[in-house]
């Protein structure tokens, strides 16, 4: 069990993390994008973000576009400008609300409905 909620709770950590991600700056010529605050590409992060992908909360924007990290001032780095490839990943409507947690308002404001209505009719 606590398993099971250590493991959503990084899945949540990591929607978070993706929703913060932005295009700081476009190079030209290639049209290659700078995203500030990126999402970290690991084996962690890369199971994380295909399960919150079969659960519909985030989707490819472009697949397999060339990626490098930039050096630790923030130069690009020299020679082969990039190493890989991956995914750039976007929230759906629906990873923005496990982020705002509104199925979990929902619930609670179903509860307290049923509840005042069987207290209502309870004599």
Request: proline share 6%; charged share 25%.
């Amino acid at each position: 069990m606590l398993k099971h909620l250590r493991y959503n709770f990084r899945i949540h950590k990591i929607l978070r993390r993706l929703a913060k991600q932005r295009v700081k700056t476009v190079f030209q010529p290639g049209n290659i994008w700078l995203i500030e605050y990126a999402v970290e590409d690991n084996e962690e992060t890369d199971a994380l973000l295909k399960t919150c992908f079969m659960r519909g909360w985030v989707e490819p924007l472009k697949d397999s576009v060339p990626m490098q990290k930039l050096g630790p001032d923030g130069s690009l780095p020299k020679g082969n400008l990039f190493e890989s490839h991956a995914p750039v990943w976007k929230l759906t409507d629906s990873g923005w609300a496990i982020i705002q947690r509104r199925h979990f308002f929902m619930i609670l404001g179903l509860i307290v409905a049923l509840t005042s209505v069987i207290l209502t009719f309870n004599p």
